[in-house]
């Protein structure tokens, strides 16, 4: 118990010795968030920007789901990336809830079937033309969701350069 309170004395006092400021308290301030969009606006968003369509495609009882929302997608660069490049889309695939997708009214839990999810997260990357170019089906960290988001918003893929050399920085 001493030591809780000793080592925040012991730094504000070399803090003050070598005339530095103390540390600042964490912000207050909260912090941005993903701009999560209807399926049909988002579809819409993407046919007039030429942006790509994120698609996270959920279920209520998946744990890794729950960490995806709770961790990666609160990750500023995550949330700049998706942000700044992709119209997102969240997709309960248990769920009888009507999309629009193609102009075909569908259920979600139809979609995903016709999407071909079949784990849970599955993370989809369409084009502005609503074909998917890449999926994800895993958790990711943020900085794999952030290699992944900018592999696909950077037109590396269109290039032909594999996810592993793009990593590898042979882009």
């Known amino acids: 118990m001493r030591f809780a309170v000793l080592i925040p004395t012991l730094v504000l006092a070399a803090a003050s010795l070598l005339g530095a400021a103390p540390p600042k308290p964490a912000s207050t301030t909260p912090a941005a968030s993903v701009r999560w969009v209807a399926l049909e606006q988002g579809a819409k968003g993407v046919s007039k920007s030429g942006k790509h369509l994120f698609v996270s495609v959920y279920t209520d009882w998946c744990g890794y789901c729950r960490k ?24 309960n695939a248990e769920s009888d809830a009507k999309v629009i997708w193609k102009g075909k009214a569908l259920s979600s839990r139809q979609l995903a079937e016709d999407w071909g999810v079949e784990g ?42 594999s996810f592993e050399d793009f990593v590898g920085g042979k882009s």
Do not use: Q, W
């Open 120 to 161: 849970y997260p599955t993370l989809l990357f369409l084009n502005p033309k609503g074909e998917i170019v890449g999926s994800f089906s895993s958790y990711a960290e943020p900085d794999l969701m952030l290699k992944l988001l900018t592999y696909i918003s950077s037109g590396a893929r269109e290039r032909k350069i």
């Open 68 to 91: 995806l929302n709770a961790v990666t997608f609160k990750a500023s660069p995550v949330i700049a990336e998706l942000n700044r490049n992709f119209e997102s889309v969240r997709l």
